[in-house]
């Protein structure tokens, strides 16, 4: 069975780092693109990075640019996002995403919680 498993969230300081993990099983993950999104309360869910299956090309969102780092691990089937220079915006539950445009499959972990304040 597919499962998407997201852990690493926490409570931090502005200017604080966390990093992200997705543990991916139950599908062949070399071959989905991986993402983060995020959402937090009253907004709606946006893309925060997404790296490609076989290039590994990324592309992050604007408000992201510089600060955090997606990357992927596929002899560990993880992927991870290192989050730097933390701003309260940030605060949101972030969810692993899988992707596979050819087979028409797409799947959710059930997300994890970032908060950030002082």
């Known amino acids: 069975q597919v499962q998407l498993v997201e852990s690493g969230g926490g409570l931090v300081q502005p200017g604080g780092s966390l990093r992200l993990s997705c543990a991916a099983s139950?599908?062949?993950?070399?071959?989905?693109?991986m993402s983060w999104y995020r959402q937090a309360p009253g907004k709606e869910r946006e893309l925060v990075a997404v790296i490609s299956s076989i290039s590994t090309r990324t592309n992050y969102a604007d408000s992201v640019k510089g600060r955090f780092t997606i990357s992927r691990d596929n002899a560990k089937n993880t992927v991870y996002l290192q989050m730097n220079s933390l701003k309260p915006e940030d605060t949101a539950v972030y969810y692993c995403?899988?992707?596979?445009?050819?087979?028409?499959?797409?799947?959710w972990g059930q997300g994890t919680q970032v908060t950030i304040s002082s």
């Open positions: 139950g599908f062949t993950f070399s071959s989905y693109a």
């Open positions: 995403n899988a992707k596979s445009d050819y087979i028409g499959r797409n799947y």
